[in-house]
């Protein structure tokens, strides 16, 4: 995924097509059975009409519920899966439904959704083409739901504002929707994320996509909460009931080089004692330091789902990500309470280490994670979850392989509750 990658990923491409050579690919699956699932990473999940849309990322499987891995090691998911909310289910025997896409160009790896919830659609940028195979010119995409978990794909024409060729698209960005806008913060335009491109550099600014004029913005000083710093890898999260037009919370990832090319590892990192937060209508940004049991930095591919409970209290979920610092895979969980800024730590995830995996908040007061891996390679060893689909009660503080589609609604945990009470 990463650039400096590229040649262990060619490499591993290249064995593929040996290993495949004389099959084909034709029987592989976008939902392999249960007995057949090993991975499923770096797709992007979103909520509309009561269902769980998953977009893009790759799937490794097994053709006959053992050690044999069928197909290329990862192969690019073609279709659109979703899942009910609608109705309580299993990780292990839920009906996953796969929705055939118009055009291949549309298999991405950690795709940016901006999700309009209001009008049942969500909008794909960016991203990168697994392998950088078979890619074509760079168009926002818009897919607008039906009422059964399916949909309908479509290219969206953008009348005002900056021009899709005068932006670099990228991946690893932090990105996040507001109810009327998507933004994308940062990210790295690689020879994978954009036809033609030759180096890979980390970005600076911030964009913004309009829901309604369909206007793409970039800006850096008093645009991006962070300036003209380049920011990779990052995540933010979109919380309503603050100020009058809500605040977009900002942490982990890496500072970037527009110059040259550097690994992730050795860059700069943004600590996640230090959340960035700031008003998307005003821009206005802050920083503030937070307290209790700080999550390790540098942190990067977690993932982050927020919950708002009718207390006026905030809640970030973080799970998992990667360390290229000291290369490894973390296997631990956080809450980040506002207004308090303080870090709660969750019990153990199991199934292991894990990254690149994607969250929703989903039924009130869960959170579903899905997919995911250790290190790279590890998208070859077996998933202990089934499917890939962890669960998370919030308020109960418990990991699960079932969802409740009548949970009750969201409370903070008492052990943040017990926090707010001694002060
Ligand atoms: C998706 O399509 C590509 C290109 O045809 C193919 O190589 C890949 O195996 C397909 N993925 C799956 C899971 O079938
Ligand atoms: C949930 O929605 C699906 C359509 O996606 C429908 O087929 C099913 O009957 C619904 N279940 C319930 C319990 O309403
Ligand atoms: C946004 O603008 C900044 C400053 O001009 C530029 O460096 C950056 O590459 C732009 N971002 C994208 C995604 O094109
Ligand atoms: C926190 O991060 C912001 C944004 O990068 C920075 O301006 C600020 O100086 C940092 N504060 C501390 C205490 O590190």
């Keep these: 995924m990463a650039p400096h990658r590229l040649t262990s990923a060619l490499l591993t491409s290249l064995l593929a097509t040996i290993l495949t050579a004389g099959t084909t690919d034709a029987a592989l699956l976008d939902v392999p059975s249960p007995k057949n699932y090993v991975r499923r990473a770096l797709a992007r999940a979103t909520v509309l009409n009561n269902h769980v849309y998953i977009e893009g990322g790759q799937i490794t499987q097994y053709e006959d519920g053992f050690s044999s891995i069928r197909g290329r090691v990862e192969n690019q998911v073609n279709s659109t899966l979703s899942i009910p909310l609608n109705e309580s289910w299993k990780s292990e025997s839920v009906t996953i439904k796969a929705t055939p896409k118009p055009f291949e160009s549309l298999a991405r790896n950690r795709w940016y959704l901006w999700t309009d919830t209001k009008n049942g659609v969500f909008y794909a940028w960016g991203g ?11 168009e926002v995409y818009k897919f ?7 949909g309908e794909w479509g290219v969206e024409t953008l009348p005002n504002g900056l021009r899709l060729d005068q932006i670099s698209p990228g991946e690893a960005g932090a990105v996040t929707s507001t109810g009327t806008m998507g933004i994308v913060i940062g990210g790295q335009a690689t020879p994978w994320t954009q036809l033609g491109r030759d180096n890979t550099r980390q970005l600076s600014g911030m964009i913004t996509f309009d829901f309604e004029s369909k206007a793409l913005m970039n800006g850096t000083q008093k645009f991006s909460p962070f300036g003209d710093t380049p920011v990779v890898g990052a995540s933010a999260e979109f919380i309503s009931g603050v100020g009058e037009n809500g605040i977009v919370v900002v942490m982990g990832g890496h500072v970037g080089r527009t110059d040259k090319e550097v690994p992730l590892g050795e860059m700069d990192f943004f600590d996640m004692r230090n959340v960035t937060f700031f008003d998307p209508v005003t821009k206005e940004t802050w920083s503030q330091v937070t307290t209790g049991d700080i999550p390790p930095s540098p942190r990067i591919g977690f993932c982050t789902a927020a919950f708002s409970s009718k207390e006026g209290g905030h809640e970030i979920f973080i799970f998992g990500g990667s360390n290229e610092r000291d290369y490894l895979v973390y296997e631990d969980a956080y809450v980040l309470s506002l207004p308090g800024f303080v870090w709660t730590k969750l019990p153990t995830p199991p199934g292991g280490r894990r990254a690149y995996h994607t969250c929703v ?3 009130n007061r869960q959170v579903l994670s899905v997919g995911g891996r250790g290190r790279e390679d590890e998208i070859q060893i077996r998933d202990a979850i089934p499917q890939g689909l962890l669960l998370f009660d919030m308020t109960a503080t418990e990991w699960k392989l079932e969802y409740d589609s009548n949970a009750a609604a969201y409370e903070s945990a008492n052990a943040i509750k017990d926090w707010y009470k001694k002060r």
């Design 361 to 363: 908040a989903v039924g």
């Design 128 to 138: 990168y083409w697994p392998f950088g195979l078979e890619m074509v010119t760079d």
């Design 144 to 150: 607008t739901a039906d009422s059964r978990g399916g």
